[in-house]
């Protein structure tokens, strides 16, 4: 362990908050049977990590991925945070790398909050100008966070106007029964809406009838009231 992982550490634990961390327990589900099960917070806020993320950019890639591993769920945020930073301004071979490596440690990117921060920047950018069968492979797996990924990686597609792989993604979980799947792929949906409104409509002709109805609300949510309840009531029938 390096000195300034060593130093990170300390800083950590100085700016550990128990009442952050007994909030931050409820809202990310680490109950018993709930996704979030053992996950183990300590109390820092997004701005902190934030923070931290600048003044440790220099870690190296061995104490990242140190700080990925941990049980301690604001440490592996910094780590992905820390990937992004270094993801945006690396070469493509280092890029390559620095993907790689998030892709290897993916069962440590374990919770939404996680993944929504890094998975677009990182595996979307990757997979942007690469290959792009992991995605499906992902999708198909019985793994909620291996899905979350899938879905998600998308964003980096949609944001430089490529929907395709996104409904094709959106279409396979049609049958998801994970509510977190539902919302990733109604919001997903919702940013194709806002680039190009058509588009969005004509997946929701095809599929609405069958969407899961949480995927339905987040995908229409900029829709007008109108559009909303014409949808919304083919759910409604299909339902009764």
């Known amino acids: 362990m390096s000195v300034l992982?060593?130093?990170?550490?300390?800083?950590?634990?100085?700016?550990?908050?128990?009442?952050?961390?007994e909030h931050s327990q409820r809202y990310f589900k680490t109950g018993p049977g709930e996704y979030g099960e053992g996950d183990v917070f300590i109390g820092l806020r997004m701005p902190q990590?934030?923070?931290?993320?600048?003044?440790?950019?220099?870690?190296?890639?061995?104490?990242?991925?140190?700080?990925?591993?941990?049980?301690?769920?604001?440490?592996?945020?910094?780590?992905?945070?820390?990937?992004?930073?270094?993801?945006?301004k690396a070469a493509e071979p280092d890029q390559k790398k620095i993907y790689q490596m998030y892709f290897k440690n993916k069962k440590y990117i374990n919770n939404w909050d996680l993944i929504d921060v890094s998975c677009p920047h990182v595996?979307?950018?990757?997979?942007?100008?690469?290959?792009?069968?992991?995605?499906?492979?992902?999708?198909?797996?019985?793994?909620?966070?291996?899905?979350?990924?899938?879905?998600?990686?998308?964003?980096?597609?949609?944001?430089?106007?490529?929907?395709?792989?996104?409904?094709?993604?959106?279409?396979?979980?049609?049958?998801?029964?994970?509510?977190?799947?539902?919302?990733?792929?109604?919001?997903?949906?919702r940013e194709i809406g806002k680039r190009n409104p058509k588009e969005e409509e004509k997946f929701l002709d095809r599929h609405a009838e069958k969407m899961p109805r949480t995927m339905l609300r987040y995908a229409l949510e900029r829709f007008s009231e109108s559009k909303r309840k014409k949808y919304m009531s083919v759910k409604r029938k299909i339902a009764e």
Do not use: P
């Open 5 to 21: 992982l060593q130093n990170l550490k300390i800083e950590l634990k100085s700016l550990a908050d128990r009442k952050v961390a």
């Open 123 to 189: 595996m979307g950018g990757y997979l942007y100008k690469n290959d792009r069968s992991v995605l499906f492979k992902l999708a198909a797996s019985g793994n909620l966070w291996d899905k979350r990924l899938a879905v998600m990686s998308t964003f980096y597609f949609i944001r430089n106007g490529d929907f395709n792989d996104s409904f094709k993604i959106c279409e396979m979980l049609l049958d998801d029964e994970e509510d977190l799947i539902h919302k990733a792929a109604g919001w997903m949906l």
């Open 49 to 88: 990590i934030r923070s931290l993320a600048k003044k440790y950019s220099k870690l190296s890639f061995s104490d990242i991925e140190n700080l990925l591993k941990s049980e301690i769920h604001e440490k592996r945020m910094l780590a992905v945070i820390l990937l992004v930073n270094a993801y945006k």
